[in-house]
């Protein structure tokens, strides 16, 4: 009778040990690939999300709010059940959803899984109003504007020229002249040195072959000093159309006015008054003008007579406050304040 039992009990363990079916084999290995195909297809829906959507986690509000499960029912089935789409009641995804819900605003649409289409999880399908698809066509709009514009200020310094030594009694007019046998000249600035009693101005030409020809008339008698001519480093400012002369006595009050640049915040317009009434005559009307992002001020200085401003082109380079001023002709008049009158 032992015998026989220990014959038993050594066929159990050697069934026990036995390797299992080719059937059985055949659909564990069939499991283990479904699994495996499921987990590469989560892997790469995953890899399509945006990480930092706040969307992939459910709130802890939703659930706060959400009633608790009748008796006999799981939170499982309350919340993810087949009447409720995967949803609670209060229109809240869950996290035991059946389907993984991507933010559609992120990617502009629905993402289609396993040939179902999902939607947010703050979308309309939670009966909220979609937000609005946030992209990057403003800021590729401007970056690309400012690509166009750096382009621009380049071909700009490239027609440019930097011409220095330049007598005070020579105008920009005569400066203009001299330089458009070297091409069409769109633009011609003087401006007041500070560091020397001549003056210094920039040219601009239509084309570069104009600019690189204007560099053949270095060591050119203008006045009394032969002038340099040298590539340009800086674009021209264009002047604002509206602040130009838009008649024959505002271009004559031009001739009387002077362009200030480089003043101490310090000086007040009754100093600069003062200052240029002192060394070039009287003065009929200024304007002084500053911010605060810059150091220093600019101002509009308008002479009685047009002497007087040929003088103060003189004044460059002379301390007011606790900067050298610079001086140049002023391109725009001096106009009266207007009076805004309150009803």
């Not at 066929?11 to 080719?22: H, M, W």
């Not at 009434?277 to 003065?283: N, Q, S």
């Amino acid at each position: 009778m032992a015998a026989v039992a220990e014959n038993a009990i050594g066929a159990g363990d050697q069934f026990v040990r036995s390797p299992p079916p080719p059937q059985q084999q055949q659909r564990a290995r069939s499991s283990e690939a479904e699994y495996q195909r499921d987990v590469r297809e989560l892997v790469d829906l995953l890899s399509k999300l945006n990480p930092s959507a706040k969307e992939f986690i459910p709130s802890s509000s939703a659930y706060a709010a959400a009633p608790p499960p009748a008796a006999g029912q799981t939170a499982s089935s309350v919340s993810a059940g087949p009447a409720a789409g995967g949803r609670r009641p209060n229109g809240w995804l869950s996290a035991e959803a059946p389907v993984f819900v991507a933010y559609s605003d992120y990617y502009g649409g629905a993402i289609v899984a396993g040939n179902r289409d999902v939607g947010s999880g703050g979308g309309p399908y939670n009966d909220q109003q979609p937000r609005r698809r946030k992209n990057n066509y403003s800021q590729g709009r401007r970056r690309f504007n400012d690509r166009v514009q750096r382009a621009q200020k380049e071909d700009c310094i490239r027609r440019t020229v930097y011409v220095a030594d330049i007598d005070l009694h020579v105008t920009e007019e005569q400066l203009a002249a001299l330089f458009g046998s070297c091409g069409k000249v769109l633009d011609c600035r003087i401006c007041g040195d500070p560091h020397s009693f001549l003056r210094f101005a920039f040219i601009e030409f239509a084309n570069e072959h104009g600019a690189r020809a204007a560099l053949n008339l270095t060591g050119t008698m203008l006045g009394y000093y032969p002038v340099r001519v040298l590539p340009s480093k800086t674009a021209i400012l264009p002047v604002n159309p509206t602040f130009l002369p838009r008649s024959e006595d505002e271009r004559e009050m031009c001739t009387r006015t002077v362009y200030c640049t480089n003043i101490d915040k310090k000086v007040t317009q009754s100093d600069l008054k003062e200052f240029f009434e002192l060394l070039c005559g009287e003065v009929s009307r200024s304007r002084l003008l500053g911010d605060n992002t810059h150091s220093t001020r600019i101002a509009f200085v308008e002479f009685v007579q047009a002497e007087s401003a040929l003088k103060a082109l003189s004044c460059s380079g002379r301390i007011l406050g606790a900067f050298p001023i610079r001086v140049s002709p002023s391109k725009t008049p001096v106009r009266p304040r207007v009076a805004h009158t309150t009803h």
